[in-house]
């Protein structure tokens, strides 16, 4: 399996972006996927997730009510859209997916496959 992330950039603070991960290989709708985050000198962090089907939803108190993560299986996409960014949301955002039953989705180390990181700034 192989996940794409793109959409990042540059916005201020109050703007948003919608981030996207392609994947590709695999049975894409039986996944559950997740977006983590990582700014520099500080650790991975959990931010959103959906199971397979996107009827449950899981997000970071710190972002909630404000990103909203959702997905196409036919076009074995997740998106992550963002709306009132602030600059403590600056980070590398990266996709993954979790093709196995067991362990949450809140959980980096559930997950098998990783996409490489798109960059996330948000001016002040």
């Known amino acids: 399996v192989q996940l794409q992330a793109s959409g990042g950039g540059l916005v201020q603070a109050g703007g948003s972006l919608r981030l996207s991960c392609a994947a590709s290989?695999?049975?894409?709708?039986?996944?559950?996927m997740g977006w983590f985050r990582q700014a520099p000198g500080k650790e991975r962090e959990f931010v959103a997730a959906l199971t397979w089907s996107g009827g449950t939803t899981y997000y970071a108190d710190s972002v909630k009510g404000r990103f909203t993560i959702s997905r196409d299986n036919a076009k074995n996409t997740v998106y992550l859209q963002m709306n009132s960014l602030k600059p403590e949301d600056t980070a590398a955002y990266s996709c993954?997916?979790?093709?196995?039953?067991?362990?949450?989705?809140?959980?980096?180390?559930?997950?098998?496959?990783w996409g490489q990181g798109t960059q996330v700034t948000v001016s002040s």
């Open positions: 290989g695999g049975i894409f709708s039986s996944y559950g």
């Open positions: 993954a997916a979790k093709t196995g039953v067991f362990g949450g989705l809140r959980s980096a180390r559930t997950y098998d496959y």
